[in-house]
């Protein structure tokens, strides 16, 4: 049994040795390989992929001022819509009736105001141009009146002169003086009138 031991030991330590060389062999033997490649340029697509709740920035609610119930709808969740575009229809209920009825009436009394207030506006337009004329008018009857008070300025002349002639001795000149004063008279009037013709062009100016 001694005899033996040394042989098994050294066959323990020949065995180490073979592996240990085996193994320095194989590792200093292996390679690094390299894969090379041309360089090209291309896209490089890179996409995520994520899931959860989207919301929009610009959210309105749409509200009705009368009640009643949804019976249509033309649009749809993301759709874009305009001012004055038809979203839904609703079929009104008793109490939405009632408001319809009395948006109605109050939009034929606002346009009934309208109406009065046009007509209004066309009555004053018409009372204008009337004052307008009568402006006019008294303008013109000044101009007639100044001539007829030049007129009679003239009569009254020549009768004061004709009388202031005839004083002494003409039997007419109870006639011619009668003449006189007629012309005097009318030269009064005349005047009168034309004196007044300021104060109607006044009023006619004031009704503009």
């Known amino acids: 049994m001694r005899?033996?031991?040394?042989?098994?030991?050294?066959?323990?330590?020949?065995i180490a040795a073979g592996g240990t060389w085996y193994a320095f062999r194989h590792k200093s033997t292996g390679k690094v390989t390299y894969t090379?490649?041309?360089?090209?340029?291309?896209?490089?697509?890179?996409?995520?992929s994520s899931s959860g709740t989207t919301t929009s920035a610009n959210r309105i609610p749409v509200t009705t001022t009368v009640t009643g119930t949804v019976s249509k709808?033309?649009?749809?969740?993301?759709?874009?819509?305009?001012?004055?575009?038809?979203?839904?229809v609703v079929t009104l209920d008793a109490d939405g009736q009632a408001a319809l009825a009395k948006a109605k009436t109050a939009l034929l009394q606002a346009q009934?105001?309208?109406?009065?207030?046009?007509?209004?506006?066309?009555?004053?337009?018409?009372?204008?141009?009337?004052?307008?004329?009568?402006?006019?008018s008294a303008q013109q009857q000044k101009v007639?009146?100044?001539?007829?008070?030049?007129?009679?300025?003239?009569?009254?002349?020549?009768?004061t002169a004709t009388y202031d002639a005839a004083v002494s001795d003409d039997p007419n000149l109870a006639q011619k003086k009668l003449a006189m004063q007629s012309a005097k008279d009318a030269l009064t009037v005349a005047q009168s009138r034309y004196d007044n013709a300021d104060a109607a062009i006044t009023q006619a100016k004031s009704q503009v």
């Not at 090379?36 to 996409?47: H, Q």
Request: no cysteine; proline share 1%.
């Open 73 to 88: 709808v033309y649009v749809k969740d993301g759709d874009s819509v305009k001012v004055g575009q038809t979203l839904m």
């Open 144 to 159: 007639q009146l100044h001539q007829a008070l030049l007129q009679a300025q003239s009569a009254y002349d020549t009768a």
């Open 112 to 136: 009934s105001a309208v109406t009065s207030a046009q007509q209004g506006v066309q009555s004053l337009k018409s009372d204008i141009t009337n004052a307008q004329s009568g402006v006019v």
């Open 36 to 48: 090379t490649g041309t360089v090209t340029k291309g896209t490089l697509v890179i996409s995520v």
């Open 3 to 14: 005899k033996r031991l040394p042989w098994i030991i050294t066959l323990i330590l020949i």
